[in-house]
């Protein structure tokens, strides 16, 4: 099967720190990539698509890159609100490979 | 607001038992997904369907069945249940798009089941 990997962390980092998130895909195939965001006890919710062009929102910054088929994720500035576990997701529509998530914890 | 609707949160069910989990989306949407979510093990996929009276299975079938009579509603049915399935279960659901744009899953808020 398909997968999609990440360190599992947990980045445990200070407010008002930059903090960067990086997973692998193993389908080359994928034309789908995400980040979801998932906080303790509760459903995965889509932070943000990722597209071969970078894209940003707000503090929140995603790249891909094809040739190294991996996906990263920049937090700046963090919020003690930014502490949840961020899943990367890769694959294709109605067939998405979801990572085990990697666990941020921002401190006061 | 797109919405996924699991119709319990909390379950506590004996060995044995037939356990049936609901999940409804209002958005139209074909593709639907059941999960489960165990601590260190990430989302693993159970079953999916594409379309209505249509299923899939997917890494994790066994001791599962599922039903999708009508578009909006997916059931996942643990015929016996066992302690080994004591864990949260999340449905999952996503459109079709004619163009290709992926819009990712839409997920429900998740039935924690508990096998006594």
């Given at each position: 099967?398909k997968?999609?990997?990440q360190d599992?962390?947990?980045?445990?980092?200070?407010?008002?720190?930059?903090?960067?998130?990086?997973c692998t895909?193993?389908?080359s195939a994928?034309?789908?990539?995400f980040?979801?965001?998932?906080d303790?006890?509760?459903e995965?919710?889509?932070l943000?698509?990722?597209?071969?062009?970078?894209?940003?929102?707000?503090?929140?910054?995603?790249?891909?890159?094809?040739?190294?088929?991996y996906?990263s994720l920049?937090?700046?500035?963090?919020k003690l609100?930014d502490?949840?576990?961020?899943?990367?997701?890769?694959g294709?529509?109605g067939?998405?490979?979801?990572?085990?998530?990697?666990?941020?914890?921002?401190?006061? | 607001?797109?919405?996924?609707?699991?119709?319990s949160?909390?379950?506590?069910?004996?060995?044995?038992e037939?356990?049936?989990?609901?999940?409804?989306?209002?958005?139209?949407?074909?593709?639907?997904?059941?999960y489960?979510?165990?601590p260190?093990?990430?989302?693993?996929?159970?079953?999916?369907?594409?379309?209505?009276?249509?299923?899939?299975?997917?890494?994790i079938p066994?001791?599962?069945?599922?039903?999708r009579?009508?578009?909006?509603?997916?059931?996942?049915?643990?015929?016996?249940?066992?302690?080994?399935?004591?864990?949260?279960?999340l449905c999952a659901?996503?459109?079709?798009?004619?163009?290709?744009a992926?819009?990712?899953y839409?997920f429900?808020s998740?039935?924690?089941?508990?096998?006594?």
């Open positions: 099967r997968e999609v990997e599992p962390g947990p980045f445990n980092v200070p407010e008002g720190a930059t903090v960067a998130f990086n895909y193993s389908n994928s034309q789908s990539f980040w979801y965001r998932q303790c006890r509760k995965p919710k889509l943000m698509s990722v597209y071969s062009s970078g894209n940003e929102d707000g503090r929140f910054t995603a790249q891909l890159n094809r040739a190294s088929q996906i920049l937090i700046r500035d963090s609100s502490s949840a576990t961020y899943l990367c997701v890769g294709s529509q067939n998405l490979i979801f990572g085990k998530g990697t666990k941020l914890s921002v401190k006061p | 607001d797109v919405k996924v609707t699991q119709s949160r909390y379950l506590v069910k004996r060995t044995g037939k356990v049936f989990l609901e999940c409804v989306q209002d958005m139209d949407h074909e593709n639907m997904f059941w489960r979510q165990d260190g093990l990430g989302l693993r996929l159970i079953y999916f369907s594409y379309d209505v009276k249509m299923k899939e299975k997917g890494d066994e001791g599962y069945s599922v039903s009579e009508k578009k909006e509603r997916f059931s996942l049915i643990l015929e016996s249940a066992s302690t080994n399935q004591t864990s949260m279960y659901s996503s459109p079709l798009t004619r163009t290709g992926d819009y990712g839409t429900g998740g039935t924690r089941l508990t096998v006594v």
